[in-house]
């Protein structure tokens, strides 16, 4: 069973960076689609990002792009989240999830495996 933990999330001010990373556990990542999700609070789940199993395709969505960048690293079965240039609307709960369709897209309901999420704050 494949177990996917986000870490990363935190505290940062407008402008600033982070990198989030999911952390795959009990398969290899490479037999999975990889997306990033974030939920504000009243907002609902939407899509960020998302990358194939081998990272020859990613999409983003038109919020974050030119922005975030994600990427994949199998030798340590971890996929991350490079943000750049944060506003305060990114603020939420961040989620990576894993799709068994290995080219994934941003629809929520493709995905099977989800991370407990962790909190990014962007705040002065």
């Known amino acids: 069973q494949l177990q996917l933990v986000e870490s990363g999330g935190g505290l940062v001010q407008p402008g600033g960076s982070l990198r989030l990373s999911c952390a795959a556990s009990?398969?290899?990542?490479?037999?999975?689609?990889i997306g990033w999700f974030r939920q504000a609070p009243g907002k609902e789940r939407e899509g960020v990002s998302c990358?194939?199993?081998?990272?020859?395709?990613?999409n983003y969505a038109d919020s974050v792009k030119g922005r975030f960048t994600i990427s994949r690293d199998s030798a340590k079965n971890v996929v991350y989240l490079q943000m750049n240039s944060l506003k305060p609307e990114d603020k939420a709960v961040y989620y990576c999830?894993?799709?068994?369709?290995?080219?994934?897209?941003?629809?929520?309901?493709?995905?099977?495996?989800w991370g407990q999420g962790t909190q990014v704050t962007v705040s002065s």
């Open positions: 990358i194939s199993n081998r990272g020859g395709f990613t």
């Open positions: 999830a894993a799709d068994r369709r290995v080219t994934p897209s941003l629809a929520i309901e493709e995905y099977d495996y």
């Open positions: 009990g398969s290899s990542i490479d037999y999975y689609g």
